[in-house]
């Protein structure tokens, strides 16, 4: 048996093995793109990974090796996508972010910091993802960059709609981005609710803080939630 085809048999084996315990715990368990194996497929904007469920979107948001590089990566969402059952992910704390940012601070001092950036461009093709929560505490001395994606860079969303949104933010939230770098953001809205605790700095619909990137043609209806007295909103609508 040659190393490709053990490597093949393996995914397959993974892939079944994910679809009974999915089965039996009736939580949705993350799963690669259908065309994940499929010759060239992510390397270009005519052949991206195709985002058709819940299953794949759980699978990019917990699978660092899928957040691009060095060479290009796509991906393009091929349905509406329900994501209710989210509230329930991670013993409540819900989707885990794309590229999750958190340091630890201890008496006003960072002592332990994972920056992880999405590099990638991903299409929503003008699908919708609904009733996403991301609901993730602070924990002890634990700080999160929290959005949909959590922290982007020299990254292209297009197209992506984020309904009945429900997120708990923290420092730095946005509904569809945290920190966005060297980026390009447009044709994308957000709608739901942000609740923020008393820590939090930059807050927005679409994005808690953004460095050279452009955004066009993108709003968000999202509530803002916080008792915060000197915090910054962001983005509530771009022409």
């Known amino acids: 048996m040659n190393v490709c085809r053990f490597f093949m048999l393996t995914m397959v084996l993974i892939i079944l093995t994910l679809l009974v315990f999915n089965y039996l715990s ?142 708990y933010g923290q420092e730095v939230t946005g509904g569809l981005v945290g920190i966005a770098e060297n980026s390009t953001i447009e044709f994308s809205s957000t709608n739901g609710k942000i609740i923020t605790n008393n820590l939090v700095r930059q807050v927005g619909g679409i994005m808690g803080m953004m460095s050279n990137t452009k955004l066009e043609k993108s709003f968000s209806s999202v509530l803002i939630s916080t008792n915060h007295q000197n915090l910054i909103t962001n983005n509530s609508e771009i022409a």
């Open 26 to 167: 009736g939580e949705t368990l993350p799963l690669p793109p259908d065309n994940y194996l499929a010759p060239g497929a992510g390397f270009s904007s005519d052949n991206p990974y195709l985002i058709n469920n819940l299953a794949h979107l759980r699978w990019l948001s917990e699978t660092p090796e899928a957040w691009g590089g060095d060479l290009p990566v796509y991906f393009q969402q091929t349905a509406d996508i329900d994501a209710d059952e989210t509230k329930e992910w991670n013993q409540g704390d819900g989707f885990i972010p794309i590229a999750l940012n958190s340091k630890e601070i201890v008496d006003g001092i960072i002592v332990s910091e994972s920056s992880p950036v999405f590099s990638a461009n991903f299409d929503g093709n003008g699908f919708s993802v609904f009733n996403l929560s991301i609901n993730i505490q602070q924990k002890e001395n634990l700080h999160h960059v929290v959005g949909f994606f959590s922290h982007i860079t020299a990254s292209n969303l297009l197209n992506i709609h984020l309904v009945n949104l429900q997120v």
